[in-house]
């Protein structure tokens, strides 16, 4: 293999590597500098103890014998310090790196979303409300056969729902779900952003690993879309998703 490439293939996967690299380098620093630190304090105590008699003289002030004393040892703890620098150096460029990578990805994330949300806008123009409605509940039903609820008992006037979203199945009505929407629209005029989880909670559903970090703020409208669908054995399954997706950093405008 021509040497060029496996250098610039060595270069991409440092690349790719860099935050795990740096941070693997942070630490076999930190723990190399604890090292270096100790071994350089007892040479200094040892070196210290054979020039003892430099520090006899009664008239020196602390001051000055700390200083006589750095002028003896402060070679010794030079591979210390040099390891340190390049360690902070190393856990700073790894935060950059991860900083930097997760901006580009919420950019992207953000153009995505607003090339999805117009995509679907213009399928609304194009095909109808009617047809586009008919579209939607094809695709939730796509999902729930392709996710079936499993055995649940509904009790009173509760229909059995899906969150497209998660994947998730839960008891609730169309009337309970549009009242929740409201009250994520008014968080969004009060508090200016309200999360995932503030909606799941309102419908009956736990939070999830991320459902805190996304949402929804005051510049984006909260609008739940429905769709309906069967299970295998002809029940009746309400599917909602959302028409603008929750974006990440919600709460920073």
Request: a neutral charge.
């Amino acid at each position: 293999m021509d040497l060029g490439a496996i250098i610039n293939r060595a270069r991409k996967a440092a690349a790719d590597n860099a935050p795990t690299i740096l941070t693997a380098l942070g630490v076999t620093g930190t723990i190399t500098t604890v090292v270096l630190a100790s071994r350089a304090s007892f040479k200094a105590q040892t070196i210290l103890a054979r020039e003892h008699h430099h520090f006899l003289d009664p008239d020196m002030t602390k001051t000055e014998i700390r200083k006589k004393e750095f002028g003896f040892v402060w070679k010794e703890y030079i591979p210390a310090a040099t390891t340190g620098v390049v360690t902070v150096a190393c856990i700073v460029m790894a935060n950059r790196v991860t900083t930097r990578r997760a901006a580009a990805l919420a950019s992207a994330y953000t153009v995505s979303q607003e090339a999805f949300r117009e995509y679907k806008e213009k399928v609304v123009q194009k095909m109808g409300e009617t047809k586009e409605q008919k579209l939607r509940d094809e695709i939730a039903q796509d999902r729930v056969n392709a996710n079936p609820p499993g055995q649940w008992l509904i009790l009173d006037d509760d229909v059995l729902c899906m969150d497209t979203h998660s994947g998730r199945y839960f008891e609730s009505t169309r009337e309970e779900i549009r009242k929740a929407e409201n009250d994520i629209n008014y968080k969004l005029l009060t508090e200016d952003h309200a999360s995932l989880s503030d909606f799941w909670e309102l419908i009956g559903l736990s939070k999830t690993a991320d459902s805190d970090e996304i949402g929804w703020n005051v510049d984006t409208k909260f609008e739940v879309k429905y769709g309906s669908a069967l299970t295998e054995d002809g029940k009746p399954v309400l599917t909602i998703e959302f028409r603008t997706t929750p974006i990440r950093r919600h709460y920073r405008r």
